[in-house]
């Protein structure tokens, strides 16, 4: 059962143009989400993150929108350039007990972004 | 620089031989994760360390096992490799528990081939 779902598993995007990612999930229990990409043969790299208490976060050329009663979440570049290319991954929190916390990522998307 | 260090970044062995895959991490951190990444698919987290304490999560497989030694290494040890281990383990270390809000930072990877 997949409770973070990016349902595009690729998306192509001209350079200059808004580059949008998406995300669904579905446990309501998820309180932070977070954003990684991924370069060949590189481990992920954070990006950005938002708190369910947000409904938008902004980083440069980076911005990240949450939508908590859709339980959607989305990550927009604007503007897309070459060196986005990568895989992100769309990651969710919630807290378990004490100060453990269960981190769930979804299967990524493949960013392309063409010159 | 500060980095999280996998080794080797690709291994090859054979069904049912034993086989260890090594992390190393500079940041210090106290908190070190082993996730297996299979094609197309969610990194799935095995285990994790803090400090010396061990955190099995509930599914992983009792033919994956951890060590670490000290605060900078972890391994990776597979008892018997099937052919469904095939994937990429990924190593990640953050300095706290609190997973979701504090960044996870992740090695490059070893790929792990079974013949």
């Known amino acids: 059962d997949q409770q973070v779902k990016q349902n595009s598993p690729s998306l192509s995007v001209q350079e200059g143009r808004i580059s949008i990612l998406n995300c669904d999930y579905t446990n309501s229990m998820f309180d932070y989400f977070l954003w990684y990409k991924k370069y060949p043969a590189e481990g992920p790299t954070f990006l950005i993150s938002?708190?369910?208490?947000?409904d938008k976060n902004e980083d440069g050329r980076f911005t990240v929108f949450l939508n908590k009663s859709a339980k959607h979440l989305s990550l927009h570049i604007v503007p897309s350039q070459p060196g986005d290319s990568a895989v992100y991954f769309c990651a969710a929190s919630a807290r378990l007990s004490g100060s453990a916390r269960q981190l769930t990522f979804g299967s990524g998307t493949q960013l392309t972004v063409l010159p | 620089d500060a980095m999280v260090i996998q080794n080797p970044r690709y291994q090859v062995t054979q069904f049912g031989k034993p086989v260890t895959l090594s992390c190393s991490q500079t940041?210090?951190?106290?908190?070190m994760y082993w996730y297996q990444q299979k094609s197309s698919q969610a990194p799935k987290l095995l285990f994790h360390?803090?400090?010396?304490?061990?955190?099995n999560e509930a599914d992983t497989p009792d033919n994956f096992q951890s060590r670490r030694p000290n605060t900078s290494f972890c391994f990776l040890d597979i008892r018997s490799p099937g052919l469904g281990d095939a994937a990429m383990y990924l190593c990640?270390?953050?300095?706290?528990?609190?997973?979701?809000?504090?960044?996870?930072?992740f090695g490059p990877g070893t790929r792990l081939t079974v013949l």
């Open positions: 360390y803090y400090d010396k304490d061990f955190n």
């Open positions: 938002i708190s369910s208490i947000k």
């Open positions: 940041l210090n951190h106290n908190v």
């Open positions: 990640a270390t953050s300095k706290t528990l609190d997973w979701g809000t504090d960044t996870q930072y």
